[in-house]
């Protein structure tokens, strides 16, 4: 299993980005996907999940109405839209997917937001 996240980088407060997830080594299609971040000096949190098939999505309180979970299933990508970006954004984001019990991540993409 690899996931490969990008898309990261430096925004102003109220910019956008797009972070996009290249997965492979596993039947993508078939599991449900997931967005967590980590900002310094604190825990991982869950952000956005994405079903495998109705593509039902759940979105963390803090990002609602701002970020946008998605997926190809057959580029095997997963995307995460981020609109009006706040300060507090700021962090590592991670891909995430639980293939046959296993938990795995890609190595993250840096997200700033600042003036």
């Known amino acids: 299993v690899q996931l490969v996240e990008s898309g990261g980088g430096l925004v102003q407060p109220g910019g956008s980005l797009r972070l996009s997830c290249a997965a492979s080594g596993f039947a993508f299609s078939r599991y449900v996907m997931r967005w967590d971040r980590q900002a310094p000096g604190k825990e991982r949190e869950f952000v956005a999940f994405i079903a495998s098939t109705n593509d039902s999505t759940i979105y963390a309180r803090s990002v609602k109405g701002r970020f946008t979970i998605s997926r190809d299933n057959d580029k095997n990508t997963v995307y995460l839209q981020m609109n009006s970006l706040k300060p507090e954004d700021t962090a590592v984001y991670y891909c995430?997917?639980?293939?046959?019990?296993?938990?795995?991540w890609g190595q993250g993409t840096q997200v700033t937001v600042s003036s």
């Open positions: 995430r997917a639980l293939v046959s019990g296993n938990d795995y």
